[in-house]
């Protein structure tokens, strides 16, 4: 018996490697008086950052408790600092499809308030001026018998629970250095309610201050459990295990999202990888140190801060002096008398993090500068994240199943409650934290049917693995002539029996394959594969295979450059060692030569496998953005559109530049005018409908998209069609989010929701058309749901037929025999923006816009 096929399509030179943690900002603080407490940090708060409180708008939610029946309207009709994406025309979002609805589990709490929750919105000034925000807070807590309760993020803007009696009072400060200063609070004739979007943030500034009873150590904006954390001295790394939480109002409650994280601590300092660069001779030094350590993130733990990592200065060592009050002062002697920390090595160049936009906008102009040896070094470097060793073992500990997860969620709320500093500072504010995680309904989306040739067909069941039957005819073959294999002579062995292994697999699918035109190379030098590879291009071949001897990614990228780049031709780069047998079989070589030839087939405008498509005349799109790895001021966004897969599966693909690493794209609507010229030329007329998945977007660039990007599209799509207006969709899709769901089982026992599972209600938000979709099947951990949020609606399709036509698209990917996290346009995109931003550097060529080439 064959052994079973992994159920991986394996891309070019493809990394899976995804972050364990996320580098977020440091919060504010609060103090407690005599009213009612004490409160800490926004989610979305900055340290350094003077900015209002109300200005910060990424967690806010207004509608409150007391208005959950009829509440919609009444909060439409008040304050709107949340940037409205649901059309007027979506009543109700929820659906009674699928199968039955069943009650699932999400990762959130609801959030009680008392009644007269309010707060009085002061403007708080320093004689003389203060710039430092710790002295800032400092002062405001020195106040706290006068004012009583409150809410401080640093800035301007303070917020007490009760009004104080003048509208105008100032509190002169003695601090213990025995300087003066006075504080003035001057009344902005502003309170804040429940009702207010404001509310958020103070309630999430609550909650993070109460959380400091757990002992629990800040970091940017998480909070991780030092005393928790493990070693794994194997790797040099710690894990600190934490919470990210978030309270915003979401359609009948006020809840709180709370997310299990984890940050990943090195013992290096960057110090230390410098001395590794000396010691290992490197040519030169400085341009490698630089290379590694630029753009990186470190944590300085006398402050228990993080700095991304600018540029570096060899012309400056511990032993210059800045400027510090009215005298001249070395790193050596303020870290010494500061910090009581002494600099072992005086000449050591300094680190340079400059100032981001906020602390700018603050009056931060210069750039902070760091000593090496006192810097960690956190998260994970490119190699860890390609050595499955490290990956495997950091995922015993982060790649948790649900019953897990949902116990360390459950402890969460427990140690909240029961911890007497963590309760006394909620109940002080009037607030409290419910126990037990939230229930909401969900349903389950009718499952696929996977059709392949010559009328073979897969019934998909949940677990959205149809690998067993990519060995049926494929639904749609192209046949591989006039093409050619470069390889190098010291893998001949390896390949000759991967040939015949592969030109079996073709006969077995029926693929028709001309026979190869074959280059050996001598050496596996990236200018030999150069040479190899431009003398056989110029035979104007169709397509061409390329034998790496390993994952080096100049070779690659040689290889792509010439053939994506400069000849247009569409080729296939495989590694030498996964096409060696494994412990002497031959049948995992089967299984990738399988995989390959799928690959092939689709890069040439073949079909793998197809679905029942309810629609003609529909053009879905996907878009995602990459960053360029070489320049960081530059981005790349890939469009990916289908030629109505109901009578002929085709796709249009094509890349543009963005510049200043902007996400949002300018060229949008020049991308939706190529994709429907090509449609026309495909079927000779223009798509009925359109609907248009963007990825890459973040809460504070959605007004942007709506307003720019869709306009942009609709301006395009109104010359084209004149009056008559294509039916069309927008939708931004999100991977990056903390909700989970859980399926409970047990009376202490839970599992992953099965693929297809939609949440429409209770933990979506009032002001949007938005759902959760689960698409895919996960073996390991905890599945992540892919939130969806129609900004543009003119459609036509009831919410359902929108959840289910957005499942549908989940199953396209070619690349991979299951069901895909995202709609496979989608997933399109973001490979070819990743080819691009990663490998190319440069736009391919536009003889490929029609094929799935990036695969």
Same mark, same amino acid.
């Given at each position: 018996?064959?052994?079973?096929?992994?159920?991986?399509l394996?891309?070019?030179y =493809?990394?899976?490697?995804s972050?364990?943690?996320?580098?977020?900002?440091?919060?504010?603080?609060?103090?407690?008086?005599?009213?009612?407490?004490?409160?800490?940090?926004?989610?979305?708060?900055?340290?350094?950052?003077?900015?209002?409180? !109300?200005?910060?708008?990424?967690?806010?939610?207004?509608?409150?408790?007391?208005?959950?029946?009829?509440?919609?309207?009444?909060?439409?009709?008040?304050n709107?600092?949340?940037?409205?994406?649901?059309p007027?025309?979506?009543?109700?979002k929820?659906?009674?499809?699928?199968?039955?609805?069943?009650?699932?589990? %999400?990762?959130?709490?609801?959030?009680?308030?008392?009644?007269?929750?309010?707060?009085?919105?002061?403007?708080?000034?320093?004689?003389?001026?203060?710039?430092?925000?710790?002295?800032?807070?400092?002062?405001?807590? !020195?106040?706290?018998?006068?004012i009583?309760g409150y809410?401080?993020?640093g800035?301007?803007?303070?917020?007490?629970t !009760?009004?104080?009696?003048?509208?105008s009072?100032?509190?002169?400060?003695t601090t =213990?250095?025995?300087?003066?200063?006075?504080?003035?609070?001057?009344?902005?004739n502003?309170?804040i309610?429940?009702?207010?979007?404001?509310?958020?943030?103070?309630?999430?500034?609550?909650?993070?201050?109460?959380?400091?009873?757990?002992?629990?150590?800040l970091?940017?904006?998480?909070?991780?459990?030092?005393?928790?954390?493990?070693?794994?001295?194997e790797?040099?790394?710690?894990?600190?295990?934490?919470?990210e939480?978030s309270?915003r109002?979401?359609?009948?409650?006020?809840?709180?999202c709370?997310?299990?994280?984890?940050?990943?601590?090195?013992?290096?300092?960057?110090?230390?990888?410098?001395?590794?660069?000396?010691?290992?001779?490197?040519?030169?030094?400085?341009?490698?140190?630089?290379?590694?350590?630029i753009?990186?993130?470190?944590?300085?733990?006398?402050?228990?801060?993080?700095?991304?990592?600018d540029?570096?200065?060899?012309d400056?060592?511990?032993?210059?002096?800045?400027?510090?009050?009215?005298?001249?002062?070395?790193?050596?002697?303020? #870290? +010494?008398s500061?910090?009581?920390?002494?600099?072992?090595?005086?000449n050591?160049?300094?680190l340079?993090?400059n100032?981001?936009?906020?602390?700018?906008r603050?009056?931060?102009?210069?750039?902070?500068?760091?000593?090496?040896?006192?810097?960690?070094t956190?998260?994970?470097?490119?190699?860890?994240?390609?050595?499955?060793?490290?990956? !495997?073992?950091?995922?015993?500990?982060t790649?948790?199943?649900?019953?897990?997860?949902?116990?360390?969620?459950?402890?969460?709320s427990?140690?909240?409650?029961?911890?007497?500093?963590?309760?006394? +500072?909620?109940?002080?504010? *009037?607030?409290?934290?419910?126990?037990?995680?939230?229930?909401?309904?969900?349903?389950?989306?009718?499952?696929?049917?996977?059709?392949?040739?010559?009328?073979?067909?897969n019934?998909?069941?949940?677990?959205?693995?149809?690998?067993?039957?990519?060995?049926?005819?494929?639904?749609?073959?192209?046949?591989?002539?006039?093409? *050619? /294999?470069?390889?190098?002579?010291?893998?001949?062995?390896?390949f000759?029996?991967?040939?015949?292994?592969f030109?079996?697999?073709?006969?077995?699918?029926?693929?028709?394959?001309?026979?190869?035109?074959?280059?050996?190379i001598?050496?596996?030098?990236?200018?030999? #594969?150069?040479?190899?590879?431009?003398?056989?291009?110029?035979?104007d071949?169709?397509?061409?295979?390329?034998?790496?001897?390993?994952?080096?990614?100049?070779?690659?990228?040689?290889?792509?450059?010439?053939?994506?780049?400069?000849r247009?031709?569409?080729?296939?780069?495989?590694?030498?060692?996964?096409?060696?047998?494994?412990?002497?079989?031959?049948?995992?070589?089967?299984?990738?030569?399988?995989?390959?030839?799928?690959?092939?087939?689709?890069?040439?405008?073949?079909?793998?496998?197809?679905i029942?498509?309810?629609?003609?005349?529909?053009?879905?799109?996907?878009?995602?953005?990459?960053?360029d790895?070489?320049?960081k001021?530059?981005?790349?966004?890939?469009?990916?559109a289908?030629?109505?897969? +109901?009578?002929?599966?085709?796709?249009?693909?094509?890349?543009?530049?963005?510049?200043?690493?902007?996400?949002?794209?300018n060229?949008?609507?020049?991308?939706?005018?190529?994709?429907?010229?090509?449609w026309?030329?495909?079927?000779?007329?223009?798509?009925?409908?359109?609907?248009?998945?963007?990825?890459?977007?973040?809460d504070?660039? /959605?007004?942007?998209?709506?307003?720019?990007?869709?306009?942009? /599209?609709?301006?395009?799509?109104? *010359?084209?069609?004149?009056?008559?207006?294509?039916?069309f %969709?927008?939708?931004?899709?999100?991977?990056?989010?903390?909700?989970r769901?859980?399926?409970?089982?047990?009376?202490?026992?839970?599992?992953?929701?099965?693929?297809?599972?939609?949440?429409?209600?209770?933990?979506?938000?009032?002001?949007?058309?938005?759902?959760?979709?689960?698409?895919?099947?996960?073996?390991?951990?905890?599945?992540?749901?892919?939130?969806?949020?129609?900004?543009?609606?003119?459609?036509?399709?009831?919410?359902?037929?929108?959840?289910m036509l957005?499942?549908?698209?989940?199953?396209?990917? #070619?690349?991979?025999?299951?069901?895909?996290?995202?709609? %496979?346009v989608?997933?399109?995109?973001?490979?070819?923006s990743?080819?691009? *931003?990663?490998?190319?550097?440069?736009?391919?060529n536009?003889?490929?816009?029609?094929?799935?080439y #990036?695969?």
């Amino acid at each position: 018996m064959s052994k079973p096929l992994s159920k991986k399509l394996k891309g070019d030179y =493809e990394d899976n490697s995804s972050e364990l943690s996320n580098q977020q900002d440091e919060p504010m603080t609060i103090g407690r008086g005599r009213g009612r407490g004490e409160s800490s940090t926004d989610s979305s708060s900055t340290s350094g950052s003077r900015r209002k409180l !109300k200005e910060d708008k990424s967690e806010q939610s207004s509608i409150p408790s007391d208005l959950r029946k009829d509440g919609r309207e009444r909060w439409l009709a008040s304050n709107k600092p949340i940037y409205t994406t649901r059309p007027e025309h979506v009543i109700c979002k929820r659906t009674e499809g699928g199968q039955n609805d069943h009650e699932l589990y %999400a990762n959130y709490f609801r959030i009680g308030i008392q009644p007269n929750f309010e707060f009085a919105q002061y403007r708080v000034d320093f004689s003389p001026d203060v710039d430092m925000i710790k002295l800032r807070r400092y002062l405001v807590a !020195k106040c706290s018998d006068k004012i009583r309760g409150y809410v401080y993020d640093g800035g301007n803007l303070v917020y007490l629970t !009760k009004r104080l009696p003048q509208d105008s009072i100032v509190i002169p400060i003695t601090t =213990e250095q025995k300087e003066q200063f006075n504080v003035k609070f001057k009344y902005t004739n502003v309170t804040i309610k429940s009702t207010d979007s404001t509310a958020m943030m103070v309630l999430n500034c609550i909650l993070r201050n109460a959380m400091r009873g757990l002992n629990l150590k800040l970091i940017q904006r998480n909070l991780y459990d030092e005393r928790a954390k493990v070693l794994i001295n194997e790797y040099r790394l710690e894990l600190w295990p934490g919470y990210e939480t978030s309270i915003r109002q979401h359609e009948k409650d006020i809840l709180v999202c709370c997310e299990i994280s984890h940050k990943v601590m090195r013992f290096d300092t960057v110090y230390s990888i410098l001395q590794s660069k000396e010691h290992d001779r490197v040519p030169d030094i400085r341009t490698a140190f630089c290379k590694e350590i630029i753009g990186t993130v470190v944590l300085t733990r006398y402050n228990n801060r993080t700095y991304r990592i600018d540029d570096v200065r060899f012309d400056l060592n511990p032993k210059s002096t800045f400027k510090a009050g009215d005298k001249e002062i070395s790193f050596i002697e303020y #870290y +010494k008398s500061r910090y009581n920390l002494t600099i072992n090595d005086r000449n050591q160049p300094l680190l340079v993090s400059n100032p981001k936009a906020r602390d700018i906008r603050a009056g931060k102009n210069e750039p902070v500068l760091l000593i090496p040896e006192l810097c960690f070094t956190t998260g994970l470097t490119d190699s860890m994240r390609s050595d499955f060793n490290v990956m !495997k073992r950091l995922g015993e500990y982060t790649r948790m199943d649900p019953t897990k997860r949902v116990q360390q969620l459950e402890e969460f709320s427990r140690r909240i409650n029961q911890t007497e500093e963590c309760f006394q +500072k909620l109940e002080s504010f *009037g607030v409290n934290l419910d126990r037990q995680l939230l229930p909401v309904p969900g349903r389950i989306l009718k499952q696929e049917t996977i059709l392949f040739g010559q009328g073979r067909t897969n019934q998909n069941d949940f677990k959205a693995d149809w690998t067993q039957g990519i060995r049926n005819p494929m639904f749609k073959n192209v046949p591989l002539q006039r093409w *050619g /294999i470069i390889y190098p002579s010291r893998s001949e062995r390896d390949f000759n029996e991967f040939m015949k292994i592969f030109e079996d697999v073709a006969r077995g699918q029926q693929f028709e394959m001309g026979a190869p035109k074959y280059s050996v190379i001598n050496d596996d030098r990236p200018r030999t #594969y150069a040479d190899a590879l431009e003398s056989f291009c110029a035979r104007d071949p169709k397509f061409v295979m390329v034998i790496l001897p390993n994952n080096n990614a100049e070779r690659y990228k040689i290889v792509k450059t010439i053939t994506y780049v400069n000849r247009g031709i569409p080729s296939q780069v495989i590694v030498q060692r996964t096409i060696q047998p494994k412990k002497g079989s031959m049948a995992g070589v089967k299984s990738i030569a399988t995989k390959i030839l799928l690959q092939i087939n689709a890069k040439l405008g073949g079909v793998p496998w197809m679905i029942n498509m309810p629609l003609s005349g529909l053009m879905t799109i996907g878009f995602d953005v990459t960053h360029d790895t070489n320049d960081k001021s530059k981005s790349f966004g890939a469009f990916v559109a289908s030629m109505d897969l +109901k009578v002929k599966v085709s796709f249009f693909s094509t890349v543009s530049e963005h510049r200043n690493g902007e996400e949002c794209s300018n060229n949008i609507g020049i991308h939706m005018q190529k994709a429907l010229m090509a449609w026309r030329e495909e079927n000779g007329s223009l798509p009925e409908r359109i609907l248009f998945y963007r990825d890459g977007v973040g809460d504070g660039q /959605i007004q942007y998209v709506h307003e720019i990007e869709v306009k942009k /599209i609709k301006d395009v799509l109104r *010359g084209c069609y004149g009056e008559k207006f294509p039916k069309f %969709a927008f939708v931004v899709v999100s991977k990056r989010i903390n909700t989970r769901v859980f399926n409970k089982t047990g009376s202490r026992r839970y599992e992953n929701p099965v693929s297809g599972t939609v949440v429409d209600d209770v933990v979506t938000l009032p002001e949007r058309y938005d759902f959760f979709l689960i698409s895919q099947s996960v073996r390991q951990g905890t599945v992540s749901p892919t939130s969806y949020n129609i900004i543009d609606d003119c459609f036509g399709l009831s919410p359902e037929r929108m959840q289910m036509l957005t499942y549908k698209m989940c199953h396209l990917y #070619y690349n991979w025999s299951g069901t895909t996290r995202v709609p %496979a346009v989608v997933q399109y995109a973001h490979k070819l923006s990743v080819l691009v *931003g990663q490998f190319l550097h440069i736009t391919p060529n536009s003889h490929l816009d029609k094929s799935l080439y #990036y695969l």
